[in-house]
């Protein structure tokens, strides 16, 4: 059974920075996506950014040029650093890995990231 274990969240003031790892155990396969999705009180999930087995990647509009995806795929782990932080980017930010070929969709329990002005 795949299992994500995400680290990394924390306090922070705005203008400052953090790295969010997840680390992903359970299959010898490589993951297709592997991603960050955030939810925001009262907000609906959204997507932060993603990253494709064979590199390309994907973000979110309101992140754009602020955060960097990067993924080990010999250790299936996934990070995002985040830099130039805002209040806004405060939410709980969820870990995702897709297996396309088993319909596989897996989500981490979230890690809190909060930003003070």
């Known amino acids: 059974q795949v299992q994500l274990v995400e680290s990394g969240g924390g306090l922070v003031q705005a203008g400052g920075s953090l790295r969010l790892s997840c680390a992903a155990s359970?299959?010898?396969?490589?993951?297709?996506?592997m991603g960050w999705y955030r939810q925001a009180p009262g907000k609906q999930r959204e997507l932060v950014a993603a990253?494709?087995?064979?590199?390309?990647?994907n973000y979110g509009d309101s992140v754009w040029g602020r955060f960097t995806i990067s993924r080990d795929n010999a250790k299936n782990t996934v990070y995002l650093q985040m830099n130039s932080l805002k209040p806004e980017d405060t939410a709980v930010y969820y870990c995702?890995?897709?297996?396309?070929?088993?319909?596989?969709?897996?989500w981490g329990r979230g890690t809190q990231v909060t930003v003070s002005s």
């Open positions: 995702n890995v897709k297996r396309y070929s088993v319909g596989g969709d897996y």
């Open positions: 359970g299959s010898i396969f490589r993951f297709d996506t």
């Open positions: 990253a494709t087995s064979g590199g390309s990647t």
